[in-house]
């Protein structure tokens, strides 16, 4: 059995000194309390990323770093753009097709593609996020994050005997990558997804902004 997969996702959350105060008391916290049976990743925005980085090697932490977003297109004339070879600087993975960046900024599966393209092709860990089994999954992806948008940011998740559901089929479809849930994960409810078959993650949000409430939503699993 692999360990479990944890991705906090911050969306467009924290300056450098909040996301050094998380990373501190993070730390701390996972000293005091380990969590061995646990895979963490934690996505902050571009700005904090080195810094990030920075403090998990700096304190030996057991944390890998992904970024939210990268580019279609390789290093270029492409004004405000951070392309993939940038991120894999500091990270070592990094979210594709968000469904809050398909729905407030257009992105389309052609774009989506080309990123997971560009991230394969500098070595980062794609971590694409899907709205139900039939969204297009890129070959060669690796880890897939169900995030039913009504779920997200809602307060109310997507069922287990739903969740069940959909990983059956994204299962039979791409038997090797690893099958995460996102929508609305937080510490009081989170043990309710975990006798789901397939079930080897949570892409977390809102709960993942907070040390006390990640750590001991992941020391629960
Ligand atoms: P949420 O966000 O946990 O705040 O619902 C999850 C996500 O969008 O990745």
Not at 34 to 62: D, G, K, M
């Amino acid at each position: 059995m692999s360990k479990k997969l944890f991705i906090g996702n911050w969306k467009s959350h924290k300056t450098v000194a909040q996301t050094h105060d998380f990373m501190w008391q993070f730390a701390k916290l996972v000293q005091e309390h380990p969590l061995p049976e646990a895979e963490i990743i934690i996505c902050p925005s571009f700005t904090s990323l080195q810094q990030c980085s920075e403090f998990v090697r700096a304190n030996n932490l057991p944390i890998e770093i992904g970024a939210q977003n990268i580019s279609a297109f390789e290093a270029g004339a492409y004004t405000g753009e951070v392309n993939a070879q940038q991120v894999k600087e500091y990270a070592t993975h990094v979210i594709i097709g968000h469904s809050e960046r398909k729905r407030l900024l257009g992105e389309t599966g052609e774009d989506i593609g080309k990123k997971v393209h560009q991230a394969h092709d500098s070595g980062l860990t794609v971590i694409l996020c899907v709205q139900d089994e039939n969204d297009t999954v890129v070959d060669g992806v690796k880890i897939i994050a169900y995030e039913p948008p009504s779920a997200i940011g809602s307060g109310v998740p997507d069922t287990p005997e739903h969740i069940a559901e959909v990983f059956e089929k994204l299962h039979e479809k791409y038997a090797g990558a690893r099958l995460l849930y996102g929508g609305s994960v937080n510490e009081k409810d989170v043990k309710q997804f975990l006798a789901i078959p397939h079930l080897q993650g949570f892409l977390i949000g809102g709960a993942s902004l907070e040390p006390q409430r990640l750590h001991e939503l992941i020391s629960l699993c």
